[in-house]
């Protein structure tokens, strides 16, 4: 029997977000056939890509059809949910087709004026789903890495699987985390943002939840049944948004079976590793990090190891994320894809992204990069300065949706932040009391628990007055 959720809050309503002052993006005559598949089944509205043999990888093509869809279903009483995934049993979107933006760079100045356009329709679609007004599910199944990561960190549903590798792996190219990187990562537990975006370090199944990339982990093997009870889910019309959202989130945990034990897949970043990447990420320049890797004693090999891992990195695209790490702690989710699109049509001129997607993604086999300038030193503050300024000749990114926020508004459906967990531990008699609270408040949230546990055992010792955090 199709699901009617109770109505929370009347007096909100959704409303549409896509813009109606800018032109919506159409399809060109170039663009690929099926590059997206669209299906309608009940309430439920799916968006598939369809470059299996490419891991799905996003193009202009492929924003270009999804654009209308987004509009025509937010206008429409019969759509009620909105389901991203991907063809194939091997990636939901393992990032743009860069390998084609760096050919077409290769063309000079128009070519990289392309690719900048490329950047700018990329980002107004993942802004219009970080403002969609009705609930977006996507199910990262598989390599979910850059632009899969833009279809997927802004949606208030993002679905871990056995399969999910997640990762943001720009610096590996001479580019810098973007799809909305500057807006996420900075606001991750800690300074594990700060990690995976400068290492590029992978998280894989359950790690995404704990992480808090993800807000609920399923088996795989249960994605259809779940798509088919969404698509039954039928909301009344003056059900708020939050209450439609209160609602998918009821009908996934019908299908959870379970996460994997810690004694099996032990939580990654955590305990005295977590510690350590606290310790050594924390600074505002890189030099100093590396200074920090280079004394650590306690994860030594650790250290050793994300030492020769940055070594490989482009040294400009190390300052240039860090910088923008530290200033998107400030940015809203509108002024985020505006910032970005500027520092993108900078890297499109930089010779390191060319040279970088050469390296390791054309080459047959991959090489080591050789980057330009070669080294931190000679990476002025001048230099990672301009970066961040708008283009000659490049007008601002115009977005394509309204709607703004410097908090995501549905991060309740993901495990409890450490900060929460903080915010609530340091008024509690005992470790027991605040895990009660927070697996309650989640509605027994599976890995709630594990998460909450984590974070006392590492940060807090018992007193006589409560707990004492340090």
Not at 422 to 437: L, M, P, V
Not at 447 to 457: M, W
């Amino acid at each position: 029997m199709p699901l009617r959720a109770k109505v929370t809050n009347p007096a909100f309503q959704a409303t549409a977000s896509i813009s109606t002052s800018v032109p919506i993006p159409k399809e060109l005559p170039g663009d690929e056939p099926d590059d997206v598949l669209f299906n309608t089944l009940y309430g439920l509205r799916s968006i598939e890509l369809n470059r299996p043999k490419k891991l799905n990888s996003l193009n202009g093509s492929m924003a270009r059809k999804i654009f209308p869809r987004l509009k025509e279903w937010e206008k429409s009483h019969l759509a009620n949910i909105v389901l991203i995934s991907g063809a194939g049993s091997k990636a939901l979107c393992a990032g743009g087709d860069v390998a084609a933006l760096a050919l077409q760079n290769e063309q000079g100045e128009e070519g990289q004026r392309a690719s900048t356009d490329f950047f700018g329709l990329e980002y107004s679609l993942d802004h219009s789903i970080a403002t969609y007004s009705k609930p977006v599910i996507s199910f990262m199944d598989g390599i979910t890495m850059g632009g899969g990561v833009g279809l997927s960190m802004h949606a208030p549903f993002r679905i871990a699987t056995e399969k999910t590798v997640f990762a943001m792996p720009e610096t590996t190219i001479g580019f810098f985390p973007d799809v909305g990187g500057s807006f996420f990562l900075p606001r991750l537990d800690g300074e594990t943002g700060t990690y995976l975006a400068l290492t590029s370090e992978r998280l894989n199944g359950v790690q995404a939840l704990y992480a808090g990339i993800a807000t609920h982990f399923l088996h795989s093997s249960v994605l259809s049944n779940v798509t088919q009870r969404l698509s039954e889910l039928v909301f009344p019309d003056n059900l708020d948004l939050p209450g439609r959202l209160d609602a998918v989130n009821k009908t996934m945990a019908e299908f959870s079976l379970g996460l994997p034990s810690l004694q099996e897949e032990p939580m990654l970043l955590a305990g005295e590793l977590r510690n350590a990447i606290d310790r050594c990420f924390k600074f505002n320049q890189v030099e100093e990090i590396i200074a920090a890797l280079e004394a650590e004693q306690e994860q030594k090999e650790w250290a050793q190891k994300t030492l020769e891992t940055l070594s490989t990195r482009s040294p400009t695209s190390l300052k240039v994320t860090l910088r923008q790490l530290r200033l998107g702690k400030k940015w809203g989710i509108s002024e985020t894809f505006k910032r970005e699109y500027d520092i993108a049509g900078n890297f499109m001129r930089h010779p390191d992204f060319v040279e970088g997607v050469k390296a390791r993604l054309i080459s047959k086999p991959a090489r080591q990069a050789e980057w330009q300038p070669a080294t931190l030193q000679e990476v002025s503050q001048e230099t990672v300065d301009g970066f961040f300024a708008t283009p000659e000749n490049q007008d601002g990114l115009k977005l394509l949706s309204e709607g703004d926020y410097n908090r995501y508004p549905h991060e309740r459906f993901a495990l409890p932040s450490e900060a929460e967990i903080e915010k609530f531990g340091r008024q509690s008699r005992s470790a027991r009391e605040t895990i009660q609270h927070f697996v309650e408040k989640s509605g027994q949230k599976e890995g709630v628990a594990e998460k909450v546990s984590e974070v006392l055992a590492r940060r807090t010792t018992p007193g006589q007055n409560g707990l004492e955090w340090r």
